[in-house]
């Protein structure tokens, strides 16, 4: 009796150990799926990483590509502007206007003279000189100075009508120009059948009427003027590096001191399949011995 206990006892254990190890095979299984479905999806989300990396890197290329192709556009356009300013400079140095000077025959009438204005080293070519619309002179060749060119007396002394004066010129690096009595600045381009053709008007290039010794002078007064200490002293923090002690750098983590994830997957899974292997072989040992028992008894 106490056999046939013994040989049942051993046998349910037995099926137990069955029952366990094939438990455990069928969550090693389940975790071997959702290891490699992890796996999987660890992949998918290191190549879509790198797909955005690639993709910001694509777009950083394009933007200095863009910043550069800004830069190099303004750099043109600041040449053209600095040759196109360098162009007017003597142009901006010629002008005319109508000088008034009173008539000796009659008190209500002037004595207009028209004042070309050459404040350049070089000469200007072929000058025109209109005024209100016409040509009332034409001249060769204006040098360095001021030409006079008188005009038939007139009855009035109006601001307008001294600026009513228009002269038309080519400087040494042969553009023509333009130039009204208002100071406006035009530069003509030649047509297709030859003709010229004006310009929007351009800004004259604006320099010191000072002369040199003048400022000199203004540079020695400021040189020797006294020096005035604020009325009220400067607020707010100081705008300079402060002296304090400087914070010690965080300590770093000692070399080695991390374990390495992963390392030890691999040897524990061989354990756990070792004992799964034993627990089969003890379980079919009791079962064969239990059915053995039975039979025989």
């Not at 008188?150 to 038309?168: F, K, L, M, S």
């Not at 000072?210 to 100081?238: I, N, W, Y």
């Not at 991390?258 to 034993?278: F, Q, S, T």
């Given at each position: 009796m106490v056999k046939n206990l013994v040989a049942v006892f051993s046998t349910l254990i037995g099926l137990a150990g069955l029952m366990l190890s094939y438990a455990g095979h069928r969550q090693k299984v389940r975790q071997e799926a959702q290891e490699a479905q992890e796996a999987q999806e660890a992949q998918e989300t290191a190549r879509r990483a790198e797909e955005l990396r690639r993709i910001e890197r694509d777009r950083e290329q394009e933007q200095e590509a863009r910043a550069l192709r800004e830069e190099a556009r303004e750099q043109r356009e600041r040449a053209a502007s600095a040759r196109r300013e360098w162009e007017r400079l003597q142009a901006s140095m010629i002008g005319g206007h109508i000088a008034l000077s009173p008539s000796s025959l009659n008190d209500n009438w002037v004595v207009p003279q028209v004042v070309i204005?050459?404040?350049?080293?070089?000469?200007?070519?072929?000058?025109?000189?209109?005024?209100?619309?016409?040509?009332?002179?034409?001249?060769?060749?204006?040098?360095?100075?001021?030409?006079?060119?008188?005009?038939?007396?007139?009855?009035?002394?109006?601001?307008?009508?001294?600026?009513?004066?228009?002269?038309?010129?080519?400087?040494?690096?042969?553009?023509?120009?333009?130039?009204?009595?208002?100071?406006?600045?035009?530069?003509?381009?030649?047509?297709?059948?030859?003709?010229?053709?004006?310009?929007?008007?351009?800004?004259?290039?604006?320099?010191?009427?000072?002369?040199?010794?003048?400022?000199?002078?203004?540079?020695?007064?400021?040189?020797?003027?006294?020096?005035?200490?604020?009325?009220?002293?400067?607020?707010?923090?100081?705008?300079?590096?402060?002296?304090?002690?400087?914070?010690?750098?965080?300590?770093?983590?000692?070399?080695?001191?991390?374990?390495?994830?992963?390392?030890?997957?691999?040897?524990?899974?061989?354990?756990?399949?070792?004992?799964?292997?034993?627990?089969?072989?003890?379980?079919?040992?009791?079962?064969?011995?239990?059915v053995w028992s039975l039979i025989h008894h």
């Open positions: 204005h050459n404040g350049s080293n070089q000469p200007v070519r072929d000058v025109r000189v209109f005024f209100q619309g016409e040509v009332i002179h034409e001249l060769p060749l204006v040098g360095t100075g001021h030409e006079y060119l008188p005009q038939p007396p007139a009855h009035t002394q109006e601001e307008r009508y001294r600026r009513q004066v228009t002269v038309e010129f080519t400087d040494v690096a042969g553009i023509r120009w333009r130039r009204d009595g208002y100071g406006a600045l035009q530069r003509a381009r030649q047509g297709t059948e030859g003709q010229e053709i004006w310009e929007a008007p351009e800004t004259p290039v604006i320099e010191s009427a000072l002369r040199p010794s003048d400022l000199t002078d203004a540079g020695h007064q400021m040189q020797h003027a006294p020096a005035r200490m604020p009325e009220t002293p400067p607020q707010g923090p100081p705008t300079g590096p402060l002296s304090g002690p400087s914070a010690p750098p965080a300590p770093s983590a000692p070399y080695g001191g991390g374990a390495p994830a992963g390392g030890g997957g691999a040897p524990a899974r061989r354990h756990v399949g070792l004992l799964r292997l034993a627990v089969v072989l003890v379980s079919l040992a009791l079962i064969a011995g239990g």
